[in-house]
């Protein structure tokens, strides 16, 4: 028997030398490492600007603040994602008005966001499950018609391209995680991405209490002003002292993710009753962050057994996610939503089984996951 978990972050001894390097020095705040990793963050993306935050609910949080949507203005968000998706909207005391997904990707159903557009629509947020990318031509096709901002969820979708541009440059701003299981990690963080200049200026300062200037730009030390509110969302040094190295290996990350990702999907789409979900548009290029079966007919019964069999044969498995955000209890209870309100959603959440794909396994491993898949069912 193998044990072989979901995650596991690669930490090697070039990211413990850069921590003590940074715990040796004056500076463990507004230092050089944050700009450094920002600037090569930038550059591995394509993209214009980069701030980075304390997570990516931290970054999903200044989106919304940055738009100043309050009481009685409503966001439009995926009903098949991570809970602080919804969050992020509910801190600034607007409503999330929850869509359903595709039963084959995850992602939000486009085809039903324009039926759930009011008046009190500020915005549209995309998260692409699972780093699978989400047709954005046809989401800002949207929010054009309808003056709306797009905020993307990137939590999963580092190395995830539509049309050949990174996720998190179509919208208005992208919201990347680096927590330890995802496809590179600072331990914890997050980044905040935008084109827009007018965005990242005023950003800048809300993740930092609204502070007028920088240290480096204090002409006097302790002085300064307060223009705007803005909150503690910074990033440490020795976070991004973390990333920049763990930037150095990502390509090679992602190529391994994709490389298991195609060894399991292989040995495993014979089964019957059984879908990967996974886009097959060529402009997509999933980052392949893990592999999602749905369990169907006679089997999707039997998820707790499968599950505790796999864990026994020492294969780590997750769900994305329990339940549809709007039916966690926190929503349903203030919102009112039903079980029969997101069938797509709700299908995944209660009959999906996700399998590990990343770079700290191998082909054999794949092998040895399909193995048991098969001897399982």
């Given amino acids: 028997m193998r044990n072989i978990p979901f995650g596991y972050p690669i930490i090697l001894d070039e990211e413990k030398k850069a921590v003590l390097s940074v715990l040796d020095g004056p500076i463990l705040t507004h230092g050089p490492k944050v700009k450094e990793f920002e600037t090569q963050f930038s550059n591995f993306i394509d993209g214009k600007h980069s701030l980075a935050v304390a997570s990516c609910t931290a ?35 607007a409503r999330p008005v929850f869509v359903d997904s595709e039963l084959h990707t ?40 309808y003056d709306l901002f797009v905020v993307e969820d990137c939590a999963l979708a580092i190395g995830s391209y539509f049309n050949n541009i990174h996720a998190g440059l179509h919208g208005d701003v992208g919201c990347f995680s680096f927590y330890p299981v995802k496809h590179m990690t600072t331990a914890e963080g997050g980044m905040f ?45 020795i976070q ?30 014979s089964i019957n009753n059984l879908t990967i979900i996974k886009s097959d548009s060529d402009i997509c290029q999933n980052s392949c962050y893990c592999l999602s079966v749905i369990l169907q007919d006679e089997l999707s019964d039997r998820r707790v057994e499968i599950i505790n069999k796999l864990n026994e044969y020492g294969v780590g498995t997750s769900v994305y996610y329990p339940k549809p955000v709007p039916l966690m209890t926190y929503y349903a209870q203030k919102y009112g939503f039903k079980s029969n309100m997101f069938p797509n959603a709700s299908l995944i959440s209660d009959s999906s089984i996700a399998l590990p794909v990343g770079p700290h396994l191998g082909k054999d491993d794949m092998n040895y996951i399909s193995e048991v898949f098969h001897k399982i069912i």
């Fill in 193 to 237: 991405v935008t084109k827009h200049d007018d965005i990242a200026k005023i950003v800048n300062k809300q993740r930092a209490f609204g502070i007028d200037r920088q240290i480096s730009e204090r002409k006097i030390p302790g002085i300064y002003d307060i223009d705007m509110l803005g909150f503690n969302y910074r990033m440490s040094e």
């Fill in 59 to 93: 970054a999903l949080h200044l989106a919304y603040f940055y738009l100043e949507i309050g009481h009685g203005d409503e966001v439009i968000v995926p009903a098949q994602t991570h809970t602080a998706t919804g969050h992020a909207v509910e801190f600034c005391g």
């Fill in 106 to 145: 995850g992602n939000i159903d486009i085809n039903l966001i324009e039926n759930a557009i009011t008046d009190k629509t500020k915005a549209i947020s995309v998260v692409h499950f699972l780093g699978i990318p989400v047709n954005m031509d046809l989401i800002n096709t949207i929010a054009r018609k």
């Fill in 240 to 269: 991004a002292a973390i990333g920049v190295e763990q930037l150095k290996r990502i390509k090679g990350f992602l190529s391994k993710r994709i490389e298991n990702f195609s060894t399991l999907e292989n040995n495993l789409k």
